[in-house]
């Protein structure tokens, strides 16, 4: 059975940092796809960050580039995300997803795809509460 923790979520002063934590267990992370996501009440889910493992490629949404920052440790069956210059707009239910695949080419290459990719991730954590406060 497949299982997605997330770990990391707090509140913080804009322009602090935190690092998410995802661990991984009951999938084969190799050749995989993973993704953070966030959520606000009233909207939909959109995709923070996308990877996929093994070295692969990496995808930000355009509201983070430059500063989140989504990694990976194939030892440990663990991917991070780094938040830094966060802002009150950052505030959300944070939430880890895998898929065998995730989103292809035909999602990726639209504007805005990080609206439409939560449909590509089969598996869901339980989410964790990331808070900045002005």
């Known amino acids: 059975q497949v299982h997605l923790v997330e770990s990391g979520g707090g509140s913080v002063q804009a322009g602090g940092s935190l690092t998410l934590s995802c661990q991984l267990s009951?999938?084969?992370?190799?050749?995989?796809?993973v993704g953070w996501f966030r959520q606000t009440p009233g909207k939909e889910r959109e995709a923070v960050a996308i990877?996929?493992?093994?070295?692969?490629?990496?995808h930000y949404a355009d509201p983070v580039k430059g500063r989140f920052t989504i990694s990976e440790d194939n030892a440990k069956d663990m991917v991070y995300l780094q938040m830094n210059s966060l802002k009150p707009e950052d505030t959300a239910m944070y939430y880890c997803a895998a898929d065998s695949e995730g989103p292809g080419p035909g999602i990726l290459s639209n504007d805005g795809w990080w609206t439409q990719a939560q449909k590509a991730f089969d598996y869901w954590g339980q989410g964790t509460q990331v808070t900045v406060f002005s």
């Open positions: 990877l996929h493992t093994g070295g692969g490629s990496t």
């Open positions: 009951g999938y084969r992370f190799n050749n995989a796809c």
